[in-house]
């Protein structure tokens, strides 16, 4: 773990928050890679959920709602909360459950001290909107972004004509008060969920949960995450949600063990009906068929990007002692590479002039670089032998590095060195755009 956290800080796509202030609690920011790299996974979910599939549609709901949506949907009560423990002697605190599984029992994993009984914690994150700091004006960040979808049901059925079974997808940030959150980026207090609700008749939850099951699983084979390091476990009902009548959890097998990067639950009626009852606005759905009004099942789909992007750097991370290339002798180096799926990486194409102490070379790749950037995103890199300059590119996944050379001067051409085979072939810089289109599948 310690390297990818290495590599991430290194190669610009994960800093601590607050970095230069000495850090700040589980906040992470995403540098120019990890933003690129974010933002891929999120098109690419958005594109699953609503190209892919039919009738989903999106929404982009505010994360400040009213506090009596979090009365309603069970997240002030101790559903929503964490059992902590308190070491009477150095007054740290740590989740119990996890006191529990790897720790001496009843003793302070920092100093050995005593614990103090396990006490309930909520971990919604309050805050105060307009002038005055009262109990008036206090409400929450949310704690899951699908509860804007449901207080939006009924805008998003009328508004669209919707039929059931349907879904709406959401991605945004969500916060939670975590205690002792750890391992990197995968337990955060500011994250951003990608999740789908989908809406059907009460007797087909469990044919929709299973279908959701496969096919979520499904989407991240397709995206290149080894099947051996998935698996899913169904969830036994003392460890559901509050708000869960089934749960499963497509777990990962990170190098600090197998952990849920998403859930899937059977909300049951859990979200419309009390909303309906705190709100006094009935939301149930009119059947035109029977004439008759009910409260929808609800399957969700949940997953975290930044626990997925921990995911995807986990699996692509590959260390080569030697490094790859047979032609030299193996050096002492281990080459790190990065086999991320080219639809997930963040930069897609390098332009390198094969040295850069010649201006022709320089220019022409520079012309190049221009040439692509409308159309990919690309890097210019110049800097370091040829060789270093390679894996500069294997260890941030680059897919395919284009070398200007000095044939390239004569002949308009270059060659497309691929990340995965190191093989190079020559084309002309004038079929560049349709040939990478053709490779990177855009
Ligand atoms: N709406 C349902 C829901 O929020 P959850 O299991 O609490 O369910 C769903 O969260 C997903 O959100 C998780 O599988 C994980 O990927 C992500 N997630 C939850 N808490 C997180 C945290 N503190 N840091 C990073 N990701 C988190």
């Known amino acids: 773990m310690v390297k990818i956290i290495s590599l991430a800080k290194r190669r610009g796509f994960i800093f601590q928050s607050s970095e230069i202030y000495g850090g700040f609690g589980s906040c992470y920011d995403f540098g120019p890679l990890g933003v690129e790299m974010k933002n891929n996974i999120k098109r690419l979910w958005w594109d699953e959920m609503t190209k892919n599939h039919e009738n989903i549609v999106g929404l982009d709901a505010a994360i400040l709602m009213s506090p009596k949506v979090w009365q309603a949907s069970g997240h002030l009560t101790a559903g929503f909360a964490d059992e902590l423990v308190e070491c009477k002697n150095c007054h740290k605190r740590f989740r119990a459950d996890e006191i529990a599984k790897g720790w001496v029992f009843g003793k302070c994993p920092e100093c050995g001290g005593g614990l103090i009984k396990p006490r309930k914690f909520n971990l919604m994150m309050k805050t105060f909107v307009g002038s005055v700091e009262d109990e008036a004006s206090q409400t929450y960040l949310r704690a899951e972004t699908c509860q804007g979808i449901y207080i939006n049901f009924e ?32 337990r955060i207090r500011e994250f951003e969920q990608m999740e789908m609700q989908w809406f059907c008749q009460p007797k087909e ?10 096919e979520r699983i499904r989407w991240y084979q397709v995206l290149g995450i080894k099947k051996e390091n ?14 869960a ?4 959890d497509i777990e990962y ?22 909303h309906s009852r705190y709100s006094g ?54 080459e790190i590479l990065l086999k991320l799926d080219k639809r997930v990486v963040p930069i897609k194409i390098a332009v390198l002039p094969l040295v850069r102490n010649k201006l022709e070379l320089v220019k022409k790749a520079k012309e190049v670089y221009q040439l692509l ?10 800097l370091g032998s040829i060789g270093r300059r390679y894996r500069r590119m294997d260890e941030i996944g680059c897919p395919f590095v284009l070398t200007v050379d000095f044939e390239s001067l004569k002949k308009e051409d270059l060659t497309i060195r691929d990340r995965d085979t190191m093989k190079q072939e020559r084309v002309k810089i004038k079929d560049l755009i349709r040939i990478l289109k053709e490779k990177l599948d855009v």
């Open 373 to 382: 950037k409308p159309h990919f995103v690309c890097q210019y890199d110049e």
């Open 230 to 243: 998935l698996r899913i476990r169904e969830i036994p009902a003392k460890e559901r949600a509050h708000y």
């Open 155 to 186: 805008n998003v059925l009328n508004s669209m004509r919707l039929r059931i079974p349907f879904g709406i997808a959401q991605i945004g940030k969500a916060f939670r008060n975590e205690i002792t959150p750890k391992d990197f980026i995968f």
């Open 253 to 274: 097998k990170f190098p600090f063990g197998w952990r849920e990067i998403e859930g899937i639950h059977n909300r049951g009626d859990w979200d419309l009906s009390n």
């Open 245 to 248: 009548q089934r749960q499963i």
């Open 281 to 334: 606005k009935d939301l149930r759905y009119f059947d035109e068929k029977t004439k008759k009004r009910y409260f929808p099942y609800i399957v969700e789909t949940s997953v975290g990007v930044e626990r997925l992007l921990l995911a995807f750097l986990c699996d692509a991370y590959e260390e080569i002692p030697g490094g790859r290339t047979k032609t030299t002798k193996p050096t002492k180096e281990v």
């Open 205 to 214: 939850v469990e044919k929709y949960f299973d279908y959701w099951k496969e």
